[in-house]
C-alpha cells in the first residue's frame, strides 16, 4: 500500500459515518469517514499506512450490519473528460 485512504464497499446503506469510525478506530487513528450518500461505499482515512493496512488486513471480507465488507486501498478519482457535442 501506498496511502493512507481506504475504500470500503458493500456497506449497508444504513450505516452512518460514526458508526464506521468506530469500525475503524479500533486499528488505528481514523482522520476522516466519507460515506458516498446513496451508495453502498465510501472512504476511510487513516493516519498512516501501518494502520491502514492493519485495518485493510482486518476487515476486508468481515461482516458489518449484515454485508460482507470490501476494504481496498482507495484509487485516485478518474480524470472525467467533458464530452462535447458534435453538430452534424
Known amino acids: 500500500m501506498r496511502g493512507s485512504k481506504l475504500y470500503v464497499g458493500n456497506l449497508?446503506?444504513?450505516v452512518?459515518?460514526?458508526e464506521?469510525?468506530?469500525l475503524f478506530s479500533k486499528h488505528g487513528e481514523?482522520?476522516?469517514v466519507n460515506i458516498i450518500e446513496?451508495?453502498?461505499?465510501g472512504f476511510v482515512e487513516m493516519s498512516n499506512q501501518s494502520?491502514?493496512?492493519k485495518a485493510k488486513e482486518a476487515l476486508n471480507g468481515s461482516e458489518f450490519k449484515g454485508r460482507t465488507l470490501?476494504?481496498?486501498e482507495a484509487r485516485p478519482p478518474?480524470?472525467?473528460q467533458r464530452r462535447g457535442y458534435r453538430r452534424y
Do not use: C, H, I, M
Open 70 to 72: 470490501r476494504v481496498d
Open 51 to 53: 494502520e491502514a493496512e
Open 78 to 80: 478518474r480524470s472525467r
Open 30 to 32: 481514523v482522520r476522516q
Open 20 to 22: 464506521l469510525e468506530e
Open 12 to 14: 449497508n446503506y444504513s
Open 16 to 18: 452512518t459515518n460514526e
Open 38 to 41: 446513496g451508495k453502498p461505499f
